[in-house]
């Protein structure tokens, strides 16, 4: 999950060499942390959090199958 998190950060972003992921797992929760540069901010987040909605969505449907709950949180 933090691979597809990783891959599409690094296509909507500027400075992809910037993206870092982190996963912290514990019991049948996983946190997934993204962290970006100041600048490419807007871009991950979207107009009105649509594409940080959508990173969400795509990485709970692809937890779901493993029966966790996925958290991602976006920082700078």
């Not at 400075?15 to 942390?33: A, F």
């Not at 795509?58 to 920082?75: F, N, Q, T």
């Amino acid at each position: 999950m933090e691979k597809l998190v990783e891959v599409i950060a690094k296509s909507l972003v500027d400075h992809p060499d910037e993206v870092r992921v982190d996963r912290t797992e514990e019991g049948d929760k996983i946190e997934i942390v993204l962290k970006v540069s100041q600048a490419d901010m807007g871009k991950v987040i979207g107009k009105q959090g649509r594409i940080a909605k959508a990173i969400r969505s795509l990485v709970k449907a692809a937890a779901s199958r493993d029966e966790k709950k996925v958290v991602v949180e976006i920082k700078q």
